[in-house]
């Protein structure tokens, strides 16, 4: 099969590295055309619908992995959408659209592949507007679309803005304190990287219905402080944690715009928020890593990294 990769992050990274390691075709298009192993290069800005259609050309799937700053989400995520919809309509490629939970707004419960869309903050409003672009052009019959819904990232590469990343872990692993937003006693969805990268691919192979949401398998979800206990009694450390105060923040927020977008999302870290994807692991048959391994596999990464 052959695959155009829109971002080459840290998910865009990891779905090329295996895609290329599945005898796939793999064409990785970013804005500086960067060299990628085992992959064909192009340069594209991901607004630009004809040069994304150009990159497209003959490929089975677009997978839209890329992510502008949070604070210029209004702006540059409309025209993403619709250069990638424009580029799938061109070229017959299914496109596979990396999102998140945003939409949803503050739950009242898990959330499912079909709970409503009830968020009022500006960058779920974006989320959803968007994927609403890709749903009707899927119904309209134009594109066959799809979009893959995770909750906050963990694994090997996640880095200081990934909630449960290198600022997390790595002053926890030190016997230091963590710095983190919100309450370190709700309950919350993680979602293991590979596991992401295995929803995406396999939703890409699915031969039934388009123009639907599927959420990445994340395991049982926990609060940080379980799992601050979790890691100091299996590598011996002494570390803990302790939230941001809000109003710090708030101020913080008044002369940067991406901590004041967090700022605004921080309701996730505040009361549950978990991610439900029975439907998912049916139809699609992917499953989350053990909590166990995936906690290790992420550790390890970070303590050899450093």
Known sequence: MRHLVVGHGLI??????ELVARGDSVVVATRDGRAVPGATSATADAS???ALG?????ADTIFLVTNPPYDRWREQWPPIFEAAITAAAA???ALVVMGNLYSYGVPSGPMTETSPETTTETKGLVRRD????VREATERGEIRGVEVRASDYFGPGAGRNAHLGSDFLGPVLASKTARIIGDADAVHSWSFL????ATLIAAAHHTGQWGRVWHVPSGEPRTRTAIVAEVNAGWGSSGSIRPYPTAMLKALGLVNGEIREIVASSYQFRTPFVIDSTETERLLGVSATPWSEALRTTVESLRTAG
């Open 54 to 58: 150009a990159a497209a050309v003959g």
């Open 194 to 197: 590979p596991d992401i990268v």
């Open 130 to 133: 968007g994927w609403a672009r």
């Open 48 to 50: 630009d619908a004809a």
């Open 91 to 93: 070229s017959g490629a």
């Open 12 to 17: 865009g990274s990891l779905l090329t590295q």
